[in-house]
Every structure is written in C-alpha cells, then in structure tokens.
C-alpha cells in the first residue's frame, strides 16, 4: 500500500498538470528574484549584528 501511494502521489506531481499561467513567484529565468536575495541578505546581516550586539 505505501508504494502504490508513492507512485500515486508521483503521477499527481507531474509536470503534465503544470500551467503556462502567471506565477506569483519567481523564477530563476527572471531578474525579479534580485532584490528578493538582497532583501534576505540585508534582513539575515541586521539579524546577525542584533544577535552580536546582545
């Protein structure tokens, strides 16, 4: 039962069901994931210097 419930949830995952639709995340092919890692940089260096000042 647990291999049949592994291939099942395999074929349910297949990208035969994605979409050509607008995502509202982005993609490695787009500049928009930029400022999403510098963002994160900045938050994770302020995070840092607040828990070293502590």
């Not at 297949?14 to 999403?36: E, F, I, N, Q």
Request: charged letters at 10%; hydrophobic letters at 55%.
């Amino acid at each position: 039962m647990k291999y049949f419930i592994t291939v099942l949830l395999a074929l349910t995952a297949a990208p035969a069901l994605a979409h050509d639709g607008m995502h509202l995340h982005p993609h490695a092919d787009h500049s928009s994931w930029l400022p999403l890692i510098a963002g994160s940089v900045a938050v994770g260096l302020v995070a840092l210097l607040a828990w070293g000042r502590k």
